[in-house]
């Protein structure tokens, strides 16, 4: 099999390393963290101009037609640049929602604010109770109407703080924890009902917890089936699942560089300490870790293609297991060889290793996607 990219992927990699190496250096970053929601709207603006928002989606609707390569490469630039802006929340999940589910009306009404950069999206699906459950829904749609009334609570939304609107999960029917009756709702966060409480996370980012009280929306407000929504969200959510693992991969592969260039350049009794061999052990034993998270991100992109839905999820749960393992190795590790100056706010491979923390947990962490490829009976 192939693994080269095309001429096609290559100028696009190339694009946005560039941009990327010109406006996002650690310096630079801590200044975006002060905007408001901690991330640069100027920079928003940037990768709109080149494109880059508009990459998953068709020409039909005003996109590229790219495909999870392409994705997966963008998300390998933004992970060795630490970015801080929404992609992930407003291209690939909300985004994601649209182009699997939306009608025509609804795709026309959105994707433009999202490929010229001036709207940009949450999930909001997490609740108190439902860990990483995705059918475990607490949240009430209750039929008004044509349309419907929407309550309940959703926490640690990314990008709920400043998001124009919301892609909500809600039951329409059943108990907590059926798999059938959640419904994917379109919410703007003027709406009257929604309240936000937002907050900076642990990797830099921003989240917020929303309350929906008595929100209503229009039937045109529902994405796909409202009694049948949850293969939607499964799809949609293993896409973020494979996206995560190449942010990963992008922050080790920084990680790894930064830690080589610091034991060449730090000395001890005299001389460079990555002189000494069990150094360069650890070093290599990284570079292993990074290689075989690399080869599970490229295996889960090309799953996303999978037509058996199971084989699919599969196949990104086992990546999504050795991604947490090696982001975990190799982020103590870099923190280790760097020494104390690892553990400070000044040095940037401790913020590396929090976000590689942050997406080892997020949409499940690694033994619950071990315990989901083992009930499978494994990945071969």
Known sequence: M???LSEEQRLLKDSI????ADAY???KRKQYMKEKGGWSRAMWSKL??????????SEDDGG??????ETMIVMEAMGRALVLEPYLATVVLSGGFLRHGGSAAQKAAHLPGII?????????????QSRYDLFDVATSA?????????????????NGENADTLIVTARTAGGQRDKSGIGVFIVPTDAKGVTRKGYPTQDGLHAADITLTGVEVGADSVIGDPANGLPLIERVVDEARIALCAEAVGLMDESLNTTVEYIKTRKQFGV??????????????????????????????????FDDAKERATSIAAAKVQIGKSAKFVGQQAIQLHGGIGMTMEAKIGHYFKRLTMIETTFGDTDYHMRRVSEAGGLI
């Open 272 to 305: 460079a300490i990555g002189s000494f061999q069990s150094l360069q052990h650890r070093a290599s034993d990284m570079f292993v870790a990074l290689e075989q998270a690399r080869s599970m991100s490229m295996f889960a992109t090309m799953a996303a293609e």
């Open 17 to 20: 390393d560039g941009l990327l």
């Open 25 to 27: 250096d650690f310096d």
């Open 116 to 128: 010229d950069g001036s709207k940009t999206f949450a999930f909001a699906q997490l609740e108190k």
């Open 64 to 69: 590229f037609g790219a495909g999870g390569v």
């Open 48 to 57: 709109a101009e080149q494109g880059l928002l508009g990459l998953p989606f």
């Open 142 to 158: 209750k039929k008004k109407g044509d349309g419907y009334v929407i309550d309940g609570e959703k926490f640690v939304v990314l």
């Open 2 to 4: 192939d693994f080269d």
